[in-house]
């Protein structure tokens, strides 16, 4: 019970930057004269997914090299603060993946 507050706040925290997220998105799509919901949106989410077995190889070896970068930038950038390793951290894992997966 004495951690509820704690999942509280998380699940709050989680929903406001799942919103903020979506909201950037929408925003981004408004100024360049896109729709907010395209066909591929439509296709991500609801659609059939056709996975052939390479993706699920490139999917393993981005999932390795994000855990190895990780720890190795957990070791190194730990020590000058949160905010610094999450940034570096989330630049890291989205190019790994843009280049494991696309």
Not at 1 to 30: D, N, P, Q, S
Not at 54 to 62: E, K, L, V, W
Not at 64 to 77: K, N, P, R
Request: charged share 15%; net charge positive; aromatic share 18%.
């Amino acid at each position: 019970m004495e951690r509820l507050g704690y999942f509280l706040w998380e699940g709050g925290t989680f929903v406001a930057i799942i919103v903020f997220g979506a909201g950037l998105l929408v925003l981004r799509r408004k100024a360049s004269g896109r729709p907010v919901f395209t066909y591929q949106d439509h296709q991500l989410f609801f659609g059939h997914a056709e996975l052939k077995p390479r993706f699920y190889t490139n999917f393993g070896i981005a999932v390795f090299l994000c855990y190895l970068a990780g720890a190795l930038e957990y070791f190194i950038l730990a020590r000058f603060g949160a905010s610094i390793l999450a940034a570096a951290q989330l630049i890291t894992f989205l190019g790994i993946v843009k280049k494991s997966l696309c």
